[in-house]
């Protein structure tokens, strides 16, 4: 049992460098969706289309606040997608 426990712990684990590179992916990808989500609000017209773009735009930018935040505390330098 703790053999099986060992070997699930080793395929969990990722190194300092794929962490990095996961967060500044997910920075990108919530940063892309930031943006569709604006230009969607702007083309909507009913008040659920707003609705539902304003909370999309909400949400968005909490995760890349956090995500932004996140990279901070491990050092990443954020200049170059800005």
Do not use: C, P, W
């Amino acid at each position: 049992m703790e053999e099986r426990y060992m070997k699930d712990k080793i395929l969990i684990e990722i190194t300092e460098e794929e962490e990095r590179k996961d967060i500044l992916r997910n920075i990108i990808h919530t940063k892309a969706e930031l943006t569709n989500a604006n230009k969607n609000f702007e083309f909507a017209n009913t008040n659920e289309l707003v609705d539902y773009y304003v909370y999309k735009i909400k949400s968005m930018q909490a995760r890349l606040d956090r995500l932004i935040k996140l990279a901070k505390e491990k050092g990443i330098e954020l200049e170059k997608l800005a």
